[in-house]
Nanobody
Framework: QVQLVDSGGGLVQAGGSLRLSCAAS????????MGWYRQTPGNGRELVAT???????NYLDSVKGRFTISRDNAKKTVYLQMNNLKPEDTAVYYC??????????WGQGTQVTVSS
C-alpha cells in the first residue's frame, strides 16, 4: 500500500511560482512512476509531468520550460516546481503513483489558482 499527501498549492499572480510536494509513504519501494495530474471542469484531467524510477521525465507541451518535476534520492518525495505561472494553469493538482504491479494511487489534490 502507498499513501500520497499533496501540498504546496495556493493563490498566486500570473508570472509567479509555486512548488508542489508529494510525500509518499508505505511500500515506496514498489513505486515505478510518479507524476502530477491536473483537473478542471472544462479540460478534465490531464497529465502534467511524470518521472520514472530511472529519472526519466516527460511534460505536457504547454508546461515545458516552465515546470520541473524532481524527486529525492529515496523516491519518497516528488516535487513540481512551477514557474511563470499562467491563469490557464489554474486547476486542482493531484500527485499520482503507479507501482510495478500496476496499482495506482492518488493524493488528495491541492488547489492552484493563478490570477491575472
Amino acid at each position: 500500500q502507498v499513501q500520497l499527501v499533496d501540498s504546496g498549492g495556493g493563490l498566486v499572480q500570473a508570472g509567479g511560482s509555486l512548488r508542489l510536494s508529494c510525500a509518499a509513504s508505505g511500500s515506496i519501494s514498489t513505486i515505478n512512476v510518479m507524476g502530477w495530474y491536473r483537473q478542471t471542469p472544462g479540460n478534465g484531467r490531464e497529465l502534467v509531468a511524470t518521472i520514472t524510477s530511472g529519472g526519466s521525465t516527460n511534460y505536457l507541451d504547454s508546461v515545458k520550460g516552465r515546470f520541473t518535476i524532481s524527486r529525492d534520492n529515496a523516491k519518497k518525495t516528488v516535487y513540481l516546481q512551477m514557474n511563470n505561472l499562467k491563469p490557464e494553469d489554474t486547476a486542482v493538482y493531484y500527485c499520482h503513483s503507479q507501482t510495478y504491479g500496476f496499482r495506482n494511487y492518488w493524493g488528495q489534490g491541492t488547489q492552484v489558482t493563478v490570477s491575472s
